[in-house]
């Protein structure tokens, strides 16, 4: 089994402009699911030190699957994982490295 690191991205509105949606890129495609959030959580932290007004978001997967196993969005500080037994959310609070 493989996973992917995923992100979404809708820009800054721009006056005048319609809206173009979001894209959706793989950053990336990881043996393990720890290696794929290893890599999303240092582009997360990254991008939130970033002054930017797009939103951006990101989720690991496994290739086809609707059902994301780890999700963070730059605009936060919590992190989220799914209970895959209950499909429940849970918040994981944001710890910057040191």
């Known amino acids: 089994m493989s996973f992917e690191l995923v992100e ?3 820009p800054a509105p721009v006056p005048g402009t319609p809206f173009p949606g979001a894209t959706e890129t793989v950053l ?38 609707t059902l994301a196993r ?8 919590v992190e989220q994982i799914v209970d895959l037994t209950t499909h429940e959310l849970i918040a994981v609070p944001y710890r910057p490295q040191e």
Request: with cysteine.
């Open 8 to 10: 979404f991205c809708e």
């Open 28 to 65: 990336g495609t990881y043996e393990t699911e720890a290696e794929a959030v290893r890599h999303g959580r240092s582009v997360w932290r990254e991008r939130r030190r970033a002054s930017t007004h797009d939103v951006v978001w990101w989720i690991v997967r496994v290739p086809g699957e």
């Open 70 to 77: 780890w999700i963070a969005d730059a605009s936060s500080d």
